[in-house]
């Protein structure tokens, strides 16, 4: 699996720069690989990413991978973004999901104006945001902003974020909802509820922002409904990566982790199956019988489908971008879909790996459990269902009005 993929990595069609961007930071990304399995108990114990983990991302300059060149960052494309963060799941799933989520984050920043870019990365390149983008909050103009109050749930990266990107709904002086816009806030003028108990995706830190009629200026506010249109503050047009299409390109980094979390299981159900026998059955070992090998085999098929779905999600945002464009509603509401079906083939490939693997899964010393936990946990997450991407996608193929959401 790992030479086919490598095989495929290395065929992409991406400019030079780019293709050497994106083997520079997965090779840094797998030179880790040791440390997070090192600490990947301790960070499902602790319910934290070890602050080991979070060092050796910084200092790999991981968390600059969507930074923009102009503050010392990577200013990564989006497939870049998914074999990164793919990698680093192979170690540890929690660390790699707040990376990812951390890194869209950076991208989201990178859209406002010039002085919330400089408010964050121009006071410190390394800044690390965490955010939801859900209306969870209120807010009531202002002179020159808005004050903002709102709990957010499932805030990814909060442990170790300075910075908030929260959604919320402007309402007028009767509480008439007027608009929905993403804030930018400092860490320390919020609070961090601890709420994030799971059994999966354990280090995360998706706990609940709170805030309390914080004043935001208008400048760190972001429209949603002109994000949804492509249309951000940035004056910085020559920067494609940061006119990339809204919903496809956040909906598609969550693919990341599940790639590099179905690899690692893979790998680790293979390299043991010779040393495993099947309980109740003559096989002294896993690979002698025909039964498992058509398992394996077709565990290997799903996973290696949802890779390329989720390749031509990121691909077709790429070149997009690069074209200066905005995608259509029929290809962004396929990369709803394709990301959608990626994460249930891992996750159909997940039952079936821990099937053929045996009960021994669920012994705590035994690193497939915690995958299967931490990926069970992640596809949950509601922009990725396959159910309602499939619905939207099948929408938009028959021409029929897409009601359900505006997120495409």
């Given at each position: 699996?790992?030479?086919?993929h490598n ?8 400019d030079?720069d ?8 997965v090779?840094r990304a797998r030179?880790?690989?040791p ?8 960070t ?22 969507m ?11 989006f497939r ?12 540890c799933?929690?660390?790699s999901?707040?990376?990812n989520?951390?890194?869209i984050?950076a ?7 010039r002085?919330?870019?400089d408010?964050?990365?121009?006071a410190?390149?390394?800044s ?6 859900s209306?969870?909050?209120t807010?009531r ?5 808005v004050r ?7 805030a ?8 908030g990107?929260?959604g ?6 009767n509480?008439e ?17 601890d709420?994030?108990?799971t ?7 998706s706990?609940?922002f ?5 004043y ?7 429209s ?6 492509g249309?951000?503050?940035t ?5 494609p990566?940061y006119?990339?299409?809204f919903?496809p ?14 690899r690692?299981a893979?790998?680790?159900v293979?390299e043991?199956?010779?040393k ?6 003559s ?13 394996i085999a077709d565990a290997?098929m799903?996973?290696?489908a949802?890779?390329?779905m989720?390749w ?7 070149a ?6 905005q995608?259509d509603?029929?290809?962004?509401a396929?990369c ?8 249930q083939?891992?996750t ?8 053929a693997?045996?009960?021994g899964?669920?012994a705590?010393?035994?690193p ?5 936990r931490?990926?069970?946990t992640g ?14 996608y ?5 021409g029929?009005?897409?009601n ?5």
């Amino acid at each position: 699996m790992s030479q086919q993929h490598n095989e495929i990595f290395r065929r992409a069609t991406d400019d030079g720069d780019e293709l050497a961007l994106r083997m520079d930071l997965v090779s840094r990304a797998r030179e880790l690989t040791p440390l997070l399995r090192k600490n990947a108990e301790r960070t499902d114990a602790d319910r934290r990413v070890v602050e080991e983990n979070v060092q050796a991302l910084k200092d790999a300059g991981l968390f600059r991978m969507m930074v923009p060149k102009r503050y010392g960052g990577h200013e990564a494309g989006f497939r870049t973004n998914l074999e990164v963060t793919s990698a680093v799941a192979e170690g540890c799933g929690s660390t790699s999901w707040i990376l990812n989520l951390i890194s869209i984050n950076a991208w989201g920043i990178s859209l406002m104006s010039r002085q919330a870019q400089d408010d964050v990365f121009g006071a410190n390149p390394d800044s690390r945001a965490a955010g939801v983008l859900s209306p969870a909050g209120t807010g009531r103009r202002t002179d020159g902003g808005v004050r903002v109050t709102g709990k957010w749930y499932f805030a990814s990266g909060s442990l170790h974020a300075n910075w908030g990107m929260v959604g919320f709904t402007e309402v007028g002086v009767n509480d008439e909802p007027l608009g929905q816009y993403l804030a930018l806030i400092p860490v320390e003028e919020m609070t961090i509820e601890d709420t994030w108990f799971t059994v999966g995706m354990r280090g995360s830190g998706s706990n609940c922002f709170v805030a309390q009629d914080v004043y935001v200026p208008d400048h760190r506010i972001l429209s949603v409904a002109s994000a949804l249109e492509g249309d951000y503050p940035t004056p910085f047009k020559n920067e494609p990566v940061y006119q990339t299409s809204f919903i496809p390109a956040a909906t598609i980094v969550l693919a990341g982790p599940q790639l590099g979390l179905a690899r690692a299981a893979l790998r680790h159900v293979i390299e043991t199956a010779g040393k495993r026998s099947i309980a109740y059955t003559s096989y002294a070992k896993q690979t002698d019988s025909t039964a498992f090998q058509l398992q394996i085999a077709d565990a290997a098929m799903k996973i290696d489908a949802a890779h390329l779905m989720a390749w031509r999600c990121t691909d077709a945002i790429d070149a997009a971008a690069k074209r200066g464009s905005q995608l259509d509603l029929l290809t962004r509401a396929r990369c709803r879909a394709d990301t959608g079906y990626a994460v249930q083939q891992v996750t159909e490939a997940l039952q079936i790996l821990v099937s053929a693997h045996g009960a021994g899964t669920f012994a705590q010393t035994n690193p497939l459990q915690r995958i299967w936990r931490d990926s069970n946990t992640g596809a949950r997450h509601a922009i990725v269902m396959p159910v309602v991407n499939t619905e939207i996608y099948g929408k938009a193929l028959l021409g029929v009005e897409t009601n359900i959401t505006p997120l495409i």
